[in-house]
């Protein structure tokens, strides 16, 4: 009988064992991914035979492109109590929805809970359970990591709460939410997302905290400042992961459309950082500053008017 070839786990393991680390290694057999730095590959070699059949299953139906399927369960019963309590209140529950997320043979099942990753019984060395999270690349190449359970519900929509992917279809964030125009003359909304990993690990687990999420960053008159706004959060490496301009109509109201989608480079530089306490420090840029716009020129709300002139009394 021809000889196994051990699998890109099993020589990651080898790997590391000789002084390599298990991650970096293993996407080195795997190729290049452009996945978050943060995110670990699954090691589905080192599960028992059902919770790696339940990987492979996954894994098969990302290949093929299909979605995956959600199912949500019985909601916790502090949910389903405050839920109770807002409506006899009459009030609307303005929380967001978290939910803990399970892997199944053909997807996720989801139970609603009140606190999300804020809740108590995490420390630093056990930040509860990863789950298998499939994702394919362009080129057809499927690549399993291990994401955190909690995922939220984003416009109608779960998704994972530490990279912004959807549930049934992970790889990319979701489009930035619906917000008003402040004005009518400001079309253009700057908004990026905003990934708290650090140094290895995902904020929110073990204290209570923010959480990843968008977040808008500015508006303009023009569609080329904004891009330029845009271009510049994700021009360096940092925690920035996806950065977007979204054209508003005229009339005021909330329809919008992303137009334009920027992304940190795989070769970015670091952010460079302010000089510390002893080290030299840089000039001012030569030439004169760039002069600010006339108030004329900037439009105002409807229904604004000047500032009302207090007379002081003698």
Avoid at 46 to 54: I, K, S, T, Y
Avoid at 57 to 67: D, F, I, S, T, Y
Avoid at 247 to 270: I, M, R
Wanted: charge should be neutral.
């Amino acid at each position: 009988m021809p000889n196994k070839q051990p699998t890109a786990g099993k020589r990651a393991r080898t790997a590391a064992r000789a002084g390599a680390k298990y991650t970096a290694a293993l996407r080195h057999e795997r190729g290049a991914h452009p996945l978050p730095p943060h995110l670990a590959l699954f090691d589905a070699d080192a599960l028992d035979e059902g919770e790696r059949m339940v990987v492979d299953c996954l894994r098969a139906l990302v290949a093929e492109g299909k979605p995956l399927a959600v199912r949500m369960a019985e909601p916790d019963a502090e949910v389903v109590e405050a839920r109770m309590r807002a409506e006899e209140e009459g009030v609307r529950p303005q929380w967001k929805r978290w939910a803990s997320v399970v892997a199944a043979f053909d997807g996720y099942v989801l139970r609603e809970t009140q606190y999300g990753p804020a809740r108590f019984g995490y420390t630093s060395t056990s930040r509860g359970p990863r789950v298998p999270v499939p994702v394919r690349a362009a080129d057809g190449t499927v690549t399993v990591v291990a994401m955190p359970e909690w995922a939220w519900l984003h416009e109608g929509q779960w998704i994972r709460e530490h990279t912004g992917w959807p549930v049934e279809a992970p790889g990319r964030i979701v489009d930035p939410p619906q917000e008003f125009s402040p004005g009518p003359g400001l079309r253009w909304q700057v908004a990026v997302w905003l990934d708290l990993a650090h140094e290895g690990k995902v904020l929110g687990e073990d204290y209570a905290g923010g959480t990843s999420g968008w977040s808008t960053v500015g508006w303009s008159t023009s569609r080329e400042d904004a891009r330029q706004v845009a271009r510049a959060y994700v021009a360096h490496r940092g925690n920035h992961a996806r950065a977007g301009v979204i054209e508003h109509g005229t009339d005021n109201g909330v329809v919008s459309l992303t137009v334009d989608t920027y992304f940190p480079a795989p070769e970015a530089p670091a952010r460079p950082r302010p000089p510390a306490l002893g080290e030299p420090r840089g000039t001012l840029a030569a030439g004169p500053r760039p002069a600010s716009p006339d108030r004329s020129e900037i439009p105002e709300l409807p229904g604004t008017r000047e500032p009302s002139t207090r007379r002081t009394r003698r």
